[in-house]
């Protein structure tokens, strides 16, 4: 009877260990191509840029803050516009980082579809949806959110108290006129 229920436990200790090396392979690659992206805006590096996307209508970049606020939808839009902002010179000096911190990354992903959240740079918070590409991760969206800008706080003032300490609570943002 010991033999048997060790012939049954082997296999599955294995294959437990086997899904955690394969999710933490998943999440290296993920966080790889967020940073790629982020380094890439950040370098003005146009064709390091266009490859870590997924070139589809369904994508989008939504960032929010006190002053400004920004909605792409499709790939065209999204292109066109990063496309010009990395061909102006003045374009690095407008960034707001200039090398930024990832990090409280919280990984989502379901076969060939990821959605992570984390922290960059001071108080930033961001959302990026991926999808896999023949093997490859491609970024299909985008979420920024300057939290403190809407009040001057801090970001962790937006977690929900008891909660989930990824999830945020909306009932202390305010919404700039």
Request: proline share 4%; glycine share 6%; net charge neutral.
């Amino acid at each position: 009877m010991k033999t048997l229920a060790t012939l049954i436990m082997v296999p599955v200790l294995l294959s437990c260990s086997s899904i955690n090396a394969q999710n933490a392979l998943e999440e290296a690659a993920v966080k790889n191509v967020i940073r790629q992206e982020t380094n890439a805006v950040i370098k003005a590096n146009y064709s390091q840029w266009y490859n870590t996307w997924m070139h589809d209508s369904a994508c989008y970049i939504l960032r929010s803050g006190k002053d400004n606020y920004q909605n792409l939808s499709g790939w065209y839009n999204i292109n066109r516009a990063y496309a010009s902002y990395m061909q102006n010179p003045s374009f690095n000096s407008v960034l707001y980082i200039e090398h930024p911190d990832q990090s409280d990354y919280r990984f989502r992903i379901n076969g060939n579809v990821s959605i992570v959240t984390f922290k960059e740079g001071k108080d930033i918070l961001k959302v990026c949806a991926l999808e896999k590409d023949n093997g490859t991760w491609k970024i299909t969206g985008i979420q920024i959110v300057d939290v403190p800008s809407y009040n001057e706080g801090k970001a962790s003032d937006y977690l929900r108290p008891g909660g989930d300490p990824g999830e945020f609570d909306t009932t202390n943002i305010k919404i700039p006129k």
